[in-house]
């Protein structure tokens, strides 16, 4: 299978909410990524896959923390929740991101969605028809499916396991 595009949410998934360090306006001024992270952004970008960040916050926090690991200018495209309007699991927040690199309603199937948060993530992937990827890492949030919605199609415990995923997904179909 043609992977489209890969969108990745943000803490948690790339950034360690652990380190976050912020202002006032719980805008993040510094954090530090998970790791494995960067190199996996930049062998996706290297292998010529789309990726987007899909996420929610302040669209300062991103910018911030991706540019100070020089992983910014990597992604193709940017939901975020502050300037789309609406949060995961909310479908304007996935449509926005794959409106924006092209992806065609009969090509969501080949688009992985990377997170961390069951509710958000998972299930707005899944009820969108893209192939969920929850990322284990974190012990900031359940870990328990509370619906059928919130169950992943594959699982990773580290980022660089992505790449092996592809693989078998390429591979596979």
Do not use: C
């Not at 949410?9 to 360090?21: H, K, N, P, S």
């Not at 990726?51 to 911030?64: E, F, H, K, Q, S």
Request: hydrophobic content about 40%; glycine content about 8%; cysteine-free.
């Amino acid at each position: 299978m043609l992977i489209r595009a890969i969108f990745f949410d943000f803490g948690d998934t790339l950034a360690d909410e652990a380190t976050e360090i912020k202002d006032d306006t719980q805008t993040t001024l510094h954090a530090e990524l998970i790791p494995g992270a960067a190199e996996l952004l930049r062998e996706l970008k290297r292998r010529g896959v789309p990726l987007a960040l899909v996420a929610d916050g302040r669209p300062g926090t991103y910018y911030n923390v991706l540019t100070q690991h020089g992983v910014y200018d990597l992604f193709d495209a940017f939901a975020i929740s502050d300037e789309v309007g609406v949060e995961k699991p909310d479908r304007r927040m996935f449509e926005h991101a794959l409106q924006a690199i092209g992806v065609a309603p009969q090509e969501y199937g080949q688009v992985l969605m990377v997170g961390n948060h069951l509710e958000r993530d998972v299930k707005g992937a899944n009820r969108l028809g893209l192939i969920s990827v929850w990322l284990d890492w974190a012990p900031r949030r359940p870990k328990e499916p509370a619906d059928d919605w919130e169950i992943p199609r594959y699982t990773i415990r580290e980022p660089l396991q992505l790449l092996d995923l592809l693989d078998k997904i390429s591979r596979n179909g």
